[in-house]
């Protein structure tokens, strides 16, 4: 081989080594090493993130850095937050950058995706999870966020919390679950408040007991479509002894058979302690022709079976108000009084 040759071979492959996305080489954590993320303190910089959907407008970025400045706390956007790649917040390696680079700035404290929508797991290999293990901080946000927050621990046993994007609504429950959670570190627990209705009995805000009993695991979950489209990749933690929380919106009812059908099928729903169904907003197939199973008939067919404790309705999703949950940390179910309660604080 001629040296022009060999130092041609030598230059692709710095080139492919710079290329490569991060590996995280360390085996998954072990559901006992999960590690709690700092508790937030008033004027703390919070880290802002798109490592889904690109935020189009100028305004929408003034918004959402005044909810951050609303809550207390300093707003910091990440280099690329206002990137556009198609409908993605810029290039895959570019969002995790900008999680990466909030991981390792030592002024950041937490982590706030801007919005939902989808990319995050076209990132997750350029995620740093080492770093991530090494500076652990409190990241929120949810719907397509569900694939950062298991890829959070399933590769660095790291507790993150399922709430509010930066770009939502914040309605009164949502702020004050994230300043019990984050700020007071207290060990909460989560119920459906009751709907004001001139009615002799509640109508809205129920949940229905599946199979009653009480269970105590890791809280996991999130967005069913984004959950079961990791079903087979390292970024699925381990469901065994879980409680397993799920919610979807915009999802005909054979979608939610469909996914169910594939945990199910891949072993997810294996041995998991108990399961609550969030809200399923808009999930109505309108094609005529034909009819459909309800949503809560799927879940009799693929849930009760299980024989674990388990309820549905629970107010959490794609609704304009929802409380914080802490994915990772343990948690009691109680099926029949619908509730979720920590069992310590998520936050150290």
């Not at 895959?92 to 706030?112: H, Q, S, T």
């Not at 919005?115 to 740093?128: C, H, K, S, T």
């Not at 590769?155 to 309605?171: D, E, M, Q, T």
């Not at 105590?216 to 984004?226: A, C, D, H, S, W």
């Amino acid at each position: 081989m001629t040296p022009d040759r060999r130092a041609l071979l030598a230059g692709l492959a710095a080139c492919l080594v710079a290329a490569a996305p991060v590996r995280a080489e360390q085996a998954a954590p072990s559901p006992g090493s999960l590690v709690r993320p700092p508790r937030l303190r008033r004027g703390d910089v919070i880290g802002l993130v798109a490592p889904s959907g690109a935020t189009y407008e100028a305004d929408d970025r003034a918004i959402v850095d005044e909810v951050v400045r609303a809550l207390g706390f300093v707003p910091r956007h990440g280099r690329h937050s206002m990137d556009r790649y198609g409908y993605l917040a810029g290039q895959d390696r570019d969002r995790a950058a900008d999680v990466n680079a909030m991981f390792a700035d030592p002024e950041v404290k937490a982590l706030l995706c801007v919005r939902g929508g989808w990319g995050v797991a076209r990132m997750l290999p350029f995620v740093d999870f080492d770093l991530v293990r090494a500076n652990p901080k409190a990241v929120m946000g949810y719907s397509d966020i569900t694939g950062l927050h298991m890829a959070l621990q399933a590769r660095a046993g790291l507790i993150s919390f399922h709430g509010a994007n930066a770009a939502n609504a914040w309605g009164p429950l949502s702020v004050a679950s994230f300043n019990q959670l984050l700020v007071d570190g207290a060990a909460a627990e989560f119920r459906n408040v009751p709907a004001r209705e001139e009615r002799l009995v509640q109508r809205r805000a129920r949940t229905v007991t599946l199979t009653p009993g009480v269970a105590r695991g890791r809280l996991i979950g999130g967005n069913l479509t984004v959950f079961s489209a990791l079903a087979g990749t390292p970024y699925m933690p381990d469901t065994r002894g879980a409680i397993l929380v799920l919610e979807d919106i915009n999802e005909a009812e054979y979608r939610i058979d469909r996914m169910l059908t594939q945990l199910r099928l891949a072993g997810l729903l294996d041995g998991i302690a108990g399961f609550v169904f969030g809200q399923c907003t808009s999930c109505t197939d309108s094609g005529p022709g034909y009819g459909n199973f309800l949503v809560s008939e799927l879940l009799d067919q693929h849930i009760r079976p299980l024989g674990v404790p388990a309820f549905n309705g629970l107010m959490i999703g794609h609704i304009a108000d929802q409380p914080f949950l802490p994915l990772g940390a343990e948690v009691e179910l109680d099926a029949g009084a619908g509730t979720l309660r920590l069992l310590a604080p998520a936050v150290s």
